[in-house]
């Protein structure tokens, strides 16, 4: 996957870059978003997991470049803070629970393709690209199902796979790609959109050399966003 995704997203950006042959524009649109996130962490060995929920919002900033036929292009940049982490499945009979909530800045950069209505009405887009992500902490936010009848046993853990309980993150920064679909609705107010997101993270959050007890630890996100955008100039 990973030598699949970075050709791909490399001849997206270039193709994008290349592509100005059509009625030029020139419209810059700014605003916020806020989201819902449901992630989970690519482990290998492999641990058993729930999704981990969380919230996600931030600026945008949208510049619309040109009009090609039907198609509209642009390029999306945002800056948003973004709860991730996972929810472990115990079912080994001790009621134990285990859950990790991980903060991050992250910064994606996307082709942003639209058809439909360019100033009013409804309009239908995909966004996709590169995502970077910056670690702040995790806010201890690690849950255990102790209590005297199932007290915290780690014994009967599928493959013995402990490591990851209060394990520091190793890699502040994080990268992957992201991409989404969505409809905006282009109003004399502003602009209305909801978007359906997915992230595949490309970096692990610990150490994956072969003295480290995972060989994988990325992130994975699913998340439904809703922004307002303001015209600012076309």
Request: charged share 20%.
């Amino acid at each position: 996957m990973r030598r699949l995704a970075i050709p791909l997203l490399c001849i997206l950006i270039s193709s994008t870059a290349l592509a100005q042959v059509g009625e030029l524009r020139s419209n810059l649109a700014v605003g916020f978003n806020g989201g819902y996130n449901l992630s989970k962490v690519d482990f290998s060995p492999t641990i058993k997991q729930n999704l981990q929920p969380g919230l996600s919002g931030g600026l945008t900033l949208r510049y619309t470049s040109e009009k090609y036929f039907a198609l509209i292009c642009a390029a999306q940049f945002e800056v948003n803070f973004a709860q991730r982490g996972w929810n472990e499945l115990i079912d080994d009979g001790t009621g134990n629970t285990y859950s990790r909530t991980t903060n991050y800045i992250e910064i994606p950069f996307f082709a942003h393709l639209g058809w439909g209505q360019e100033e009013r009405g409804l309009q239908f887009f995909i966004n996709a690209g590169p995502q970077l992500g910056l670690y702040l902490k995790h806010n201890n936010e690690e849950h255990y199902g102790f209590s005297e009848e199932h007290p915290w046993d780690e014994s009967s853990r599928p493959n013995n796979i402990t490591a990851q309980y209060g394990k520091e993150v190793e890699n502040s920064l994080e990268y992957g790609i992201t991409g989404g679909a969505g409809m905006e609705l282009k109003t004399g107010i502003g602009n209305f959109i909801i978007e359906g997101r997915y992230f595949f993270g490309l970096s692990d959050m610990f150490g994956n050399s072969k003295a480290d007890p995972f060989g994988r630890s990325a992130n994975t996100t699913i998340t439904a966003k809703i922004s307002y955008l303001i015209d600012v100039t076309r």
